[in-house]
Each structure stands twice: as structure tokens, then as C-alpha cells.
């Protein structure tokens, strides 16, 4: 593995193998205000929820590496001590990255990134009406990093007032994943559209224990078919079925009767057993696990 030491790299190259690794990451759309009442607007990738009582979120903004300079950003929060985060769609990620560029501070990027402001409730800066989802905050704290190019300045951020999208909730009143249609910042260029295939839905039991990959047969556990993701789809479980069970619910099961059928079988059951896991069928792919190693003994 290539190994790193913080001290022995630049950080410009640091930042960006740092970036390359903690990824995706949320993008704060976050919008102040100056002295001056200029709106501004900037993205910021250093970003997430914290607490939700009180409802905390943060976002950094960083000092910046080639000049040691702040962004207006933290000028304006700095000054007001009032923000507006709001999150980032799809429908407007490029109309976002125009406003990545570093404007003067007398510049508002509403205007340069084609966006339309929207009177807040409680504080001054604007909403970006064209974003989903917008937070009305003010600052808790600011907490510098450092003093170099490349230190964070964290902005604690308190919710004050929360706008969310009718169109985007489910007939639950949930947000959809699939409707809000959020991006994420990786590194360099790259970002990541979090809906359609890409959203994965794993629902894992955390207030009941789970058997774990100790509680697993050893033949099961040290497959050299089943993947890492199978073994935890059977080590979330609360148990797996005993061997009257298991038997009872594979026996009707053609292509597994015809699999313990054979001598030398355990390869093509335990690719078996990964197909019927692949699918999301815990249930059979354990009673397929117990009676295998059943056999096998």
C-alpha cells in the first residue's frame, strides 16, 4: 500500500488524496450575506449533520492553499453570525460550479450562477429558491484549525428554520432519495448523483443482536466464493434456522437437492448460496449455509 506521512507531503497533494478517500461528501450551497448587502453564494464539501437536538450541522471553509487567504464566506459569517445552507440537486450541480469561481467579494454569485434569492424567515441571507431543501442558521461557533494554507475553519451551524420541496417527499412524508436527486463531491472533478441505481437500500435490525461472523459455520465463513457483503447479509441476522428448519425449507429446492447430490459439492452450493444472497434472500440463502455445512461435515 502506498503510505503517507502528513508531514513528508505537500498539501496540496495531502488535500487531494484526502478528498479522493473520504468521498462522496454532502455539498453545503451555503449563502450569506455582507456588511455591504451583497449575497453571497459558495459550495462547500466539508460538510454534515451532527445533532439533531439541537439540530447541528457544519461546514468548513478552508483557508486556501496557494495564497493563505479566506473566502468571503467566512467574512460574511464572521460579520453576521447568520447563514443559509441549502443542498445541491442534479438540476442545478453546473449552475453550482459557476459559482465555485472566486469572484470578488463585491460580485453576488446568485446573479453569476443564474439563481433566484428567496427572503428568508428568520435570518438575512437568502434561500436558493431553485435548491430542495434549504436551512435557515445561525452560528454557534466558529473553530479555526490553523493558521496555514490548507486549516479549516469549522462553522457550527444551529437550524432555525427548515424548507423542504413538497415535490420531493414520499407519500409517507419522507424525503425521497430517487426525488431529491442529491449530488456529492469526490475528488478532483469527480462527484457522485445519489438516486436511481446508485442508492442501495440495506436494512440491517440494530436494536436486536445480531449473530455476527463469529456465530457463522467455519465453512461458510471462510468461503473463498462468498463475498464480504454475503457473510453480512447472514451475520445480520438474529439466527439462523436449525437443521430441521433449514432441511424442511431447501428441501422442495431442485437446484440444491441437485447440487447435494453430487460428491465435491461445496463450491457449486456456495455459489449457489451467493446467487440466492445477491438476490436479497437472506431466509434461504441461510437455510441453504446450514444445510451445506451439514453435508459437508
Known amino acids: 500500500m502506498l503510505t503517507i506521512d502528513p508531514k513528508a507531503i505537500a ?3 495531502l488535500h487531494q488524496f484526502m478528498l479522493g478517500a ?11 450575506i455582507s456588511k455591504d448587502g451583497v449575497l453571497n453564494l459558495a ?4 460538510f454534515n ?3 439533531s437536538n439541537p439540530p447541528i450541522v457544519i461546514f468548513s471553509s478552508n483557508r486556501k492553499v496557494a495564497d493563505n487567504t479566506t473566502k468571503d464566506t467566512l467574512k460574511n459569517v464572521q460579520d453576521t453570525g447568520e447563514v443559509v445552507i441549502n443542498v445541491v440537486s442534479h438540476k442545478i ?3 453550482m460550479a459557476v459559482t465555485s469561481v472566486e469572484y470578488g467579494p463585491e460580485v453576488s454569485e446568485f446573479v453569476k450562477g443564474g439563481f433566484t434569492p428567496l427572503e428568508s424567515e428568520l435570518v438575512k441571507p437568502f434561500r436558493v429558491a431553485e435548491s430542495p431543501v434549504q436551512m435557515e442558521c445561525t452560528v454557534d461557533q466558529i473553530l479555526p484549525l490553523g493558521e496555514d494554507g490548507g486549516a479549516g475553519n469549522l462553522i457550527v451551524c444551529r437550524i432555525v428554520r427548515m424548507h423542504i420541496a413538497e415535490e420531493i417527499l414520499t407519500d409517507t ?6 426525488k431529491i436527486d442529491l449530488m456529492g463531491r469526490m475528488g478532483k472533478f469527480y462527484y457522485a448523483r445519489a438516486s436511481g441505481a446508485a442508492v442501495e437500500e440495506i436494512v440491517q435490525v440494530v436494536n436486536k443482536i445480531a449473530i455476527g461472523f463469529d456465530g457463522l459455520p467455519d465453512s461458510i465463513r471462510h468461503s473463498k466464493i462468498l463475498t464480504g457483503n454475503n457473510l453480512g447479509q447472514l451475520a445480520g441476522l438474529l439466527a439462523l434456522p436449525g437443521a430441521e428448519e433449514a432441511t424442511a425449507a431447501v428441501a422442495n429446492d431442485a437446484r440444491a437437492t441437485q447440487i447435494l447430490s453430487k460428491s465435491g459439492f461445496e463450491s ?9 444472497l445477491d438476490t436479497g434472500n437472506e431466509e434461504l440463502g441461510a437455510a441453504l449455509a446450514v444445510v451445506c455445512d451439514l453435508k459437508g461435515r
Do not use: N
Request: hydrophobic share 35%; net charge positive; no cysteine.
Open 11 to 13: 498539501t496540496k497533494d
Open 22 to 32: 473520504v468521498a462522496p461528501r454532502p455539498i453545503a450551497f451555503v449563502s450569506t
Open 43 to 46: 459550495p462547500y464539501s466539508f
Open 49 to 51: 449533520a451532527f445533532s
Open 93 to 95: 450541480v453546473r449552475q
Open 173 to 178: 412524508g419522507r424525503i425521497d432519495p430517487h
Open 268 to 276: 457449486d452450493m456456495h455459489r449457489y448460496i451467493k446467487e440466492v
